[in-house]
């Protein structure tokens, strides 16, 4: 097996006598920031259109570059938790989202706007591949809560950014300043994870720990492959959900506030799912049950029936991040130990933001040709069972090294 003398722990003498609660506030407080920088832009995506000039490719790019970048970014945050350690890197990604965040406010600027997006990807690339890697060593005793509430914690972001930045633009006046207002919370963690977890207190110990991906462990490629195809969802559903409800009549603000009930179903389905998997033998009862909810939601919304959106988008939600946080506590209680979580998390993590970068495109192309929400929403109910092919090696017991 091939290594590298690398320095990827923490001296098990560094760890700080800080109270368990606020640890996992601190974890909560930064995934809030996971989620906001991407839920934040499509409710504008016609204000900035019709301001910038840019046509529907230009603007999809803005949800689809942070996405690549996380895809690409995602391969090195192995290594540099390595050199560094995983404190560190997170604080190093914090950073990162906070400048891009703060790039935004000059994002009329030609190219300002794509270059702060895809550099937020490289941030969440840093700080979301490592959740895991940071759970795994940090509470092994408690993987399940601690995963459901990073979890929640990031869609109570992706709430917060999809629900008040069309408010927060009729506020302050500009589209840019309200994206850029995201840039406190985001300080909030940095500042947070740097009083509590102090990341550059200390020596990082060295030792020789292999840096190869878990790629002939078939746990590891079915956790992959749910997570590939749970995530395009995720992402198509961002780019058109709040779209699609405008264009059936709803007003803008309407319509945020529907992906916001998506988004907020989301915090309960992350809370429930993790812990509730962790205390049964076998997690794909579950992830079988969110599949078929998911399905029934987006044929739902598909044919438009006539119920309240909430009933659905709620659901949908629900089931959803059911599944998504379910897998995410799946990669810490699967992997051996710390350095396996961050190697398994970027294996995951590569594959699926390349799966979520190409949703809003082949959704976007599916609209295009067919001029159909039934059409777009029905092709993400089809393609929503998926989900269901990796589950027979999803079994209780395997541990990747």
Known sequence: ???????????????????????????????????????????????????????????????????????????????????????????????????????????????????????????????GGLMPTIVREQFPDRVGLTSGMWTAGMFVGATLGAAFTVPLEHLLGSWQEALAVWTMPAGCALLAWTMVERPWAGQVRRQRVSLRLPLRSPPAWALTGYCAVNSLIFYASVAWLAPSYEDRGWSQESSGLLFAVFAFAQVFGALLFPPLAQRLRDARGILLATTVITVLAFVTIAVNAPVSPIIPLALLGFSHSGGFALCLSLISIYAADGSAATRLTAMVYSVMFLFAAFGPLITGAILQSTQSWTALFGFLSVFALAQLAPLPWLRHGSFIT
Not at 66 to 89: D, E, N, Y
Not at 95 to 107: F, T, Y
């Open 1 to 127: 097996m091939r290594s590298a003398l690398t320095s990827s722990t923490e001296a098990s003498a560094e760890i700080r006598a800080v109270p368990r609660w606020l640890l996992v506030a601190t974890l909560a407080l930064v995934a809030l920031n996971l989620r906001e920088v991407l839920t934040s832009v499509p409710p504008l995506t016609v204000d900035i259109a019709g301001q910038m000039g840019w046509n529907a490719v230009t603007i999809g790019a803005l949800t689809t570059l942070p996405v690549i970048g996380m895809c690409v970014f995602a391969l090195i945050v192995p290594r540099l938790a390595a050199s560094l350690g995983t404190r560190r890197v997170v604080w190093l990604g914090l950073m990162v989202l906070v400048c891009s965040l703060a790039l935004r406010l000059a994002g009329a600027v030609p190219g300002v706007l794509h270059g702060a997006v895809l550099l937020a990807g490289l941030g969440l690339a840093m700080v």
